[in-house]
């Protein structure tokens, strides 16, 4: 219960953002205008920051980052066999195989500062930041199999792998960042979770895509059941403790990623099986995120 009550906060700004979004006089394109603000410059700010200023301790992140790619992996192995076992259309399958292992940094970052505060941060900035690249790497390259786009001008161009890359490679190179550009990406970074938890709920809806509802309920369970319970086994079998271990439950048990529906539209595929999975994985994660946590607690 104390661990719901802590997250609660997060999943009502987002249940405030579908309340803006259905009841008030926003039209849409202020909507993908905030979530494109937040896709290419708070949220790139933020990562940069949280990687570039954290300190780095490679022996003790190793095992749990390594454990990270090792489910996520998994995730894209389950999620791959939806139209082997439902009759799926490969523009669809390519769609919606990214909901099988996708994750929602805005959802995980306020969520892991809540429960186990800037040290949670810290570390879900750096495990987050690890994996980035590999999801976007399968995103991605799925979709361009099947939407004949450029894979690695795709790559090339996702803010959240270039962010990443330039923290990693800023903290590596041990240069300190002059005070004026820690405050700048600092502000920048401080607003990426209010209004990054608004869009989420801003973008949730049900629309007719053309995915089944079986293969729906495939690449949710894999998101929402499959990969936390690798992760958990994971924590259980390595004897992992703390707030990394917490982080890496919680991480595995994150909904889909909002910007999955983005990649999707821009790049020819199925959206609005995309916006689907989106919108009942966040809805069900209200439910199973806290519990997950609490088994970690």
Known sequence: MQTALLILPNFALILVGLALARGFGYGRGFWEGLEKLVYFVLFPALLLRSIAISTLDLA???VVVACAWGVMILGMALGS??????????????????????????IGLAVAGSVYGSPGVAIAALVFGSVIPLANFGAVGMLAAHARANFWLELARNPLV???LA??????????????L?????????????????????????????ASPAAHAWWLGVKLAAMPVAAWAC???????????????MWAALPTASSAYILAVRMGGDGPSVATQITVGTILSMATLPLWLAAMA
């Open 235 to 249: 924590v259980r079998v390595l004897g992992l403790g703390g707030v990394e271990a917490g982080v890496l439950v």
């Open 60 to 62: 003790s992140l190793g």
């Open 81 to 106: 066999l939806a139209p082997r076992l439902f009759r799926v259309e490969p523009v669809v399958a390519a769609s919606c195989f990214q909901c099988a292992f996708r994750f929602n940094t805005y």
């Open 182 to 210: 820690d405050q700048t990406l600092n502000l920048l970074g401080s607003s990426a979770l209010p209004a990054g938890l608004l869009a989420v709920g801003a973008a949730l809806r049900i629309e007719h895509g053309r």
């Open 167 to 180: 923290g990693f490679a800023w903290n590596l190179a041990g240069i300190g960042m002059p005070g004026f």
């Open 162 to 164: 270039v962010s990443t």
